[in-house]
């Protein structure tokens, strides 16, 4: 017992002693560890009687537990003696100015977008959307594409895999799948614009797997051709901020639409730099830029309207044309590649909310 009684000595003042974490940690593997002292002596037991073993091995429990609690609060000095000095060393100086950041840049498409919206909101267009997985009927057969019309091959369509009973889906070509959701959901009148993705199976410099449009539809009973080319003509000259822009209508075929036209608007191609404007002011060249027509009594029959008494028009167009044409980004792809140094020169403020009043950019 003396002799414990001198190790426990021994022990507890190295620990008192220990200067820092490693020397505590270097006393306790001494004392606790594998080959330590107190370990040695927890080793002798067995080679005692029945009652020397459980006075001894009393002794020896209660020497560990006093010597484990003291490293315990030790280590726990030491830990809170580093964190109040690494406290103390990473202090920040509040008074300092802050670090200048970089702000933040809308994409072109997101700012194409709201400039669009704003456009025929002031029109009197309301926004519609619908999900990019469509069925066949909403994405072909409602749109006046039957089964089999050739029509169909033109839009390289992403199929899902068929569900039970038959039942085929597909990543929407267009938007125009909205259209019918709007006619079937709501009577008419109908005023509204629809953009969001659609995907098609191309990829070149003109052409990504997936891509924006926006549409508009309008359906009452007196809508004609002439308010269709009013509404087209107010738009190109709104969002390219243009006045006076010459607008051709070309004679073109869609299935959902009859007649049908491509507009085109008055440009110049001259010294290589594309301007758009009235012909009168030296735009002699055509640049086609959306497609259009008067919603085709078939479709207007296959959403539950009468042809004889409701009629209208659509038109659509490529949001990343569009963008490409006003802001001069020569290639579709570079719009999906995430480069930050692209978006820093084609991206806009994230305050510069485009309106007609205070101006659609900055």
Request: hydrophobic share 40%.
């Amino acid at each position: 017992m003396d002799t414990l009684e001198a190790l426990r000595a021994e022990l507890l003042e190295a620990v008192n002693a220990a200067a820092d974490a490693d020397a505590l940690e270097a006393v306790r593997i001494a004392a606790l560890g594998k080959k330590g002292r107190i370990t040695d002596l927890m080793k002798t037991l067995g080679q005692m009687d029945p009652d020397q073993r459980r006075t001894f091995g009393q002794a020896v429990n209660t020497v560990k537990d006093e010597l484990s609690a003291l490293l315990d609060a030790r280590k726990a000095t030491f830990a809170e003696a580093a964190l109040n000095a690494k406290l103390a060393s990473e202090r920040i100086d509040v008074s300092l100015p802050v670090r200048p950041e970089r702000d933040g840049t809308l994409h072109p498409i997101s700012q194409t977008y709201d400039e669009v919206v704003a456009i025929f909101g002031q029109m009197g267009f309301a926004v519609a959307e619908g999900p990019d997985i469509e069925d066949d009927f909403h994405n072909f057969t409602a749109l006046n594409f039957p089964p089999g019309h050739p029509a169909r091959e033109m839009h390289d369509t992403f199929f899902l895999q068929e569900q039970e009973g038959g039942v085929r889906h597909l990543l929407r070509t267009h938007t125009s799948p909205v259209q019918i959701r709007t006619m079937l959901s709501q009577k008419p009148p109908i005023r509204v614009i629809i953009p969001g993705r659609t995907y098609r199976c191309d990829s070149d410099m003109t052409h990504t797997p997936m891509f924006h449009q926006i549409e508009g539809l309008v359906i009452d009973k007196a809508t004609h051709m002439g308010h269709l080319k009013g509404c087209l003509k107010e738009f190109v000259e709104s969002y390219f901020e243009v006045s006076n822009v010459t607008v051709r209508f070309r004679p073109s075929f869609f299935p959902f639409t009859e007649p049908s036209a491509e507009v085109d608007i008055g440009c110049s191609r001259k010294g290589g730099e594309l301007r758009i404007g009235a012909r009168e002011d030296g735009c002699e060249d055509w640049l086609e830029i959306l497609g259009c027509g008067m919603v085709h009594p078939n479709v207007l029959k296959a959403c539950g309207l009468d042809p004889e008494e409701y009629q209208g028009f659509a038109f659509g167009m490529g949001l990343e044309r569009i963008a490409m044409l006003k802001y001069g980004i020569p290639d579709l792809r570079t719009f999906f590649d995430s480069d930050v140094r692209w978006l820093k020169h084609y991206g806009f403020g994230p305050h510069d909310v485009p309106s007609l009043t205070g101006g659609l950019t900055r």
